[in-house]
């Protein structure tokens, strides 16, 4: 089974890429989902990050605007988090792929925001980066409700950028130009890698 990681900043339709990959009867897994299963009440998150950060649970579930407000603009808090959190994330991520697998799927997708941050590029066999122009992108994350500006240059602070991503993906969705565009976009790199001349990037 091929493994496509699939990531892009925020605001690049990442998760629209990940929409069109499900309408061709792809099977994937979107890490932040599984983030929040795993914050939410009685997910296995929920203990060690309430004894690592005192005052985020409530209501027996990890609140993501709190703990947000701990680490945000602070590096080493992030890290720890990370530490506790990126374990649990692999083991649900290994699960799903060992289900694709199982019931038959020759291609799945893992959607990973930090794909290149946490090392998830070194596990699949191609990574796929949604990528659009800055100004709509900009555009796209200052229209989601409680943005701003300042939480905005916060959160690509901890992104790869944008144009190193591109650098260093095996393909590139462009999502700037409507979701036809797109949707075509994805269609041929499935082709591609269900391919004979497909090259893992895993057998570099």
Do not use: C, W
């Amino acid at each position: 089974m091929i493994v496509l990681g699939l990531t892009g900043s925020i605001g690049m339709g990442k998760s629209t890429t990940a929409g069109l990959f499900r309408e061709a009867g792809i099977p994937v897994q979107d890490a932040d989902q599984i983030v929040a299963e795993l914050y939410a009440a009685g997910g296995a998150a929920v203990g060690p990050v309430g004894e690592a950060y005192p005052g985020v649970v409530r209501d027996g579930a990890v609140d993501r605007s709190e703990l947000s407000k701990r680490v945000l603009g602070d590096p080493q808090s992030l890290r720890r988090l990370e530490a506790l959190v990126h374990p649990l994330v692999k083991a649900e991520r290994d699960r799903f792929l060992a289900a694709a697998e199982a019931a038959g799927a020759d291609v799945a997708v893992v959607e990973v925001q930090l794909l290149f941050e946490v090392g998830v590029s070194d596990d699949v066999d191609a990574v796929v980066v949604a990528s659009a122009p800055h100004a709509l992108q900009r555009e796209r994350v200052l229209a989601r409700p409680g943005m701003t500006e300042d939480k905005l240059v916060q959160i690509l602070a901890r992104q790869t950028p944008d144009a190193e991503k591109r650098a260093k993906a095996d393909f590139v969705i462009d999502t700037g130009h409507g979701i036809e565009a797109a949707r075509a976009q994805v269609m041929a790199l499935l082709e591609k890698v269900r391919s004979p001349g497909f090259q893992s990037r895993r057998g570099a």
